[in-house]
């Protein structure tokens, strides 16, 4: 099946900073999504970005299909931020979602 | 977003019983629902795909006759949990299609806690 990769896997920012997490994938996908879960294990939707670029407030994420990544970008975090950011993919025609292993974020005040 | 509302969200049994945790689809109807599962510090593992009207389908390795699951409507899927023991402590959670076909973004329920003693 397929891979999914997310990097780093552990991220500690301070109140402020700019931050990039990236999302690897190994064949080809019909959609993307990302996700906040947060610390009462609820998965939040951020983006549903299977390809381009989209914003959304202080959040962005970009999807290169052809060379099967996508980023998301965190701007001036915010201690609200802290919890694991999920990439999840699909390739079949169920929408079956694959899930990395996630990017645990911690903003320290 | 599409609404997707799970319950109960936190569940304690004993050992031997069964537990019912609901996934309803709140403002559309979902043909299939998808259960997951994930233990402390990990990621999601997909369970089952859960189809109205027709049987499960369950991924390689989820004993069907443990976690029975049935999509009576096009709003409900149901996930029993039977004879439940200490290794199936756990975090629950299911998510649907807003749109048919499986294309679209899935949105998740609020997850349900479920601990075994």
């Known amino acids: 099946g397929i891979q999914v990769e997310q990097s780093p896997p552990d991220l500690i920012l301070q109140e402020g900073a700019n931050s990039t997490l990236r999302c690897n994938f190994s064949d080809s996908v019909n959609n993307l999504q990302w996700f906040h879960q947060n610390p009462w294990g609820q998965l939040i939707n951020l983006f549903y970005i299977p390809s381009g670029t989209k914003q959304n407030g202080r959040l962005s994420a970009t999807t290169v299909a052809t060379e099967r990544y996508s980023l998301l970008y965190i701007s001036s975090s915010q201690t609200t931020d802290s919890g694991v950011y999920f990439c999840?993919?699909?390739?079949?025609?169920?929408?079956?979602?694959?899930f990395g292993a996630g990017t645990q974020v911690v903003v320290t005040p | 977003g599409a609404v997707v509302s799970q319950h109960p969200s936190r569940v304690i049994c004993k050992s031997g019983t069964s537990v019912k945790i609901e996934c309803r689809s709140l403002?559309?109807?979902?043909?299939?629902m998808f259960w997951y599962r994930q233990f402390p510090k990990q990621s999601l593992m997909l369970m089952a795909t859960s189809n109205e009207g027709s049987k499960a389908t369950y991924e390689q390795g989820v004993e069907k006759d443990k976690f029975l699951i049935n999509h009576a409507s096009l709003t409900l899927s149901t996930l029993t949990v039977t004879s439940a023991h200490p290794e199936d402590s756990s975090f629950y959670i299911c998510s649907a299609h807003q749109l048919a076909g499986g294309t679209g973004e899935l949105f998740f329920g609020e997850g349900s806690r479920l601990t075994v003693l």
């Open positions: 999840a993919v699909t390739t079949d025609s169920w929408g079956k979602l694959q």
């Open positions: 403002d559309f109807q979902a043909t299939t």
